[in-house]
Nanobody, 118 residues
Protein backbone atom coordinates (compact mmCIF):
# COMPACT_ATOMS: atom_id res chain seq x y z
CA UNK A 1 0.00 0.00 0.00
CA UNK A 2 1.30 3.42 -0.97
CA UNK A 3 -0.06 6.77 0.14
CA UNK A 4 0.79 9.92 -1.78
CA UNK A 5 0.65 13.50 -0.53
CA UNK A 6 1.21 16.42 -2.91
CA UNK A 7 2.40 19.87 -1.92
CA UNK A 8 3.74 23.00 -3.55
CA UNK A 9 0.75 24.18 -5.49
CA UNK A 10 -0.48 27.72 -5.40
CA UNK A 11 -0.72 30.89 -7.42
CA UNK A 12 1.91 31.89 -9.96
CA UNK A 13 2.16 34.59 -12.57
CA UNK A 14 2.42 33.97 -16.28
CA UNK A 15 6.07 33.10 -16.89
CA UNK A 16 6.67 32.16 -13.29
CA UNK A 17 7.70 28.90 -11.66
CA UNK A 18 6.40 26.43 -9.13
CA UNK A 19 7.77 23.18 -7.79
CA UNK A 20 5.41 20.39 -6.84
CA UNK A 21 6.40 17.61 -4.49
CA UNK A 22 4.74 14.27 -3.84
CA UNK A 23 5.81 12.36 -0.76
CA UNK A 24 5.05 8.67 -0.55
CA UNK A 25 4.66 6.32 2.36
CA UNK A 26 4.80 2.58 2.14
CA UNK A 27 7.21 0.17 0.56
CA UNK A 28 8.50 -0.41 -2.93
CA UNK A 29 8.68 3.22 -4.00
CA UNK A 30 11.69 2.69 -6.23
CA UNK A 31 9.96 0.20 -8.51
CA UNK A 32 6.95 2.38 -9.30
CA UNK A 33 6.41 4.43 -12.40
CA UNK A 34 5.61 7.88 -11.05
CA UNK A 35 3.51 10.39 -12.89
CA UNK A 36 2.03 13.83 -12.63
CA UNK A 37 -1.43 14.33 -14.08
CA UNK A 38 -3.59 17.40 -14.23
CA UNK A 39 -7.27 18.07 -14.52
CA UNK A 40 -8.57 21.45 -15.60
CA UNK A 41 -12.23 22.47 -15.17
CA UNK A 42 -14.35 20.82 -17.84
CA UNK A 43 -11.47 18.75 -19.18
CA UNK A 44 -10.34 15.18 -18.77
CA UNK A 45 -7.42 14.31 -16.57
CA UNK A 46 -4.25 14.19 -18.66
CA UNK A 47 -0.75 12.87 -18.14
CA UNK A 48 1.76 15.69 -17.82
CA UNK A 49 4.98 13.82 -17.10
CA UNK A 50 6.18 10.42 -15.97
CA UNK A 51 9.39 8.89 -14.71
CA UNK A 52 10.18 5.20 -14.70
CA UNK A 53 12.19 3.26 -12.17
CA UNK A 54 15.09 3.57 -14.64
CA UNK A 55 14.68 7.39 -14.46
CA UNK A 56 13.54 7.51 -18.06
CA UNK A 57 11.19 10.46 -18.41
CA UNK A 58 8.33 11.33 -20.70
CA UNK A 59 6.42 14.58 -21.16
CA UNK A 60 3.25 15.81 -22.75
CA UNK A 61 3.95 18.00 -25.78
CA UNK A 62 2.30 20.95 -24.05
CA UNK A 63 4.87 21.02 -21.24
CA UNK A 64 7.97 19.59 -22.91
CA UNK A 65 10.88 21.94 -22.35
CA UNK A 66 9.13 23.80 -19.53
CA UNK A 67 8.48 21.10 -16.92
CA UNK A 68 10.94 18.65 -15.39
CA UNK A 69 10.02 15.54 -13.44
CA UNK A 70 12.49 13.93 -11.06
CA UNK A 71 12.48 11.41 -8.26
CA UNK A 72 14.43 10.82 -5.06
CA UNK A 73 13.97 7.22 -4.03
CA UNK A 74 15.78 7.72 -0.73
CA UNK A 75 13.24 10.39 0.22
CA UNK A 76 10.35 8.58 -1.48
CA UNK A 77 9.48 11.79 -3.26
CA UNK A 78 8.74 12.78 -6.82
CA UNK A 79 8.98 16.38 -8.01
CA UNK A 80 7.62 18.44 -10.84
CA UNK A 81 9.53 21.63 -11.58
CA UNK A 82 7.31 23.90 -13.62
CA UNK A 83 8.88 26.87 -15.40
CA UNK A 84 7.54 29.40 -17.88
CA UNK A 85 4.05 28.79 -16.58
CA UNK A 86 1.07 29.70 -18.72
CA UNK A 87 -2.56 30.33 -17.77
CA UNK A 88 -3.48 27.10 -19.56
CA UNK A 89 -1.39 25.21 -17.00
CA UNK A 90 -4.05 26.06 -14.42
CA UNK A 91 -5.41 22.78 -13.06
CA UNK A 92 -5.46 20.42 -10.14
CA UNK A 93 -2.27 18.39 -10.30
CA UNK A 94 -2.28 14.78 -9.12
CA UNK A 95 0.58 12.47 -8.30
CA UNK A 96 0.34 8.84 -9.39
CA UNK A 97 2.32 5.70 -8.60
CA UNK A 98 1.85 2.66 -10.80
CA UNK A 99 3.43 -0.74 -11.18
CA UNK A 100 2.28 -3.97 -12.78
CA UNK A 101 3.93 -6.66 -10.70
CA UNK A 102 1.96 -9.71 -9.62
CA UNK A 103 -1.04 -7.45 -10.22
CA UNK A 104 -1.62 -3.81 -11.02
CA UNK A 105 -0.90 -1.36 -8.25
CA UNK A 106 -2.23 2.13 -8.93
CA UNK A 107 -2.24 4.92 -6.34
CA UNK A 108 -3.27 8.58 -6.44
CA UNK A 109 -2.68 11.60 -4.29
CA UNK A 110 -5.42 14.02 -3.30
CA UNK A 111 -4.31 16.72 -5.73
CA UNK A 112 -2.92 20.21 -5.42
CA UNK A 113 -4.27 23.31 -7.13
CA UNK A 114 -2.06 25.29 -9.49
CA UNK A 115 -3.38 28.61 -10.73
CA UNK A 116 -1.49 30.73 -13.23
CA UNK A 117 -2.62 34.32 -13.66
CA UNK A 118 -2.31 36.12 -16.97
Amino acid sequence: QVQLVESGGGLAQHGGSLRLSCAASGSGFSIYVLGWYREAPGKQRELVASIASSNKTSYADSVNGRFTISRDNAKKTVYLQMNSLKPEDTAVYYCNAYVNFDKKYDYWGQGTQVTVSS
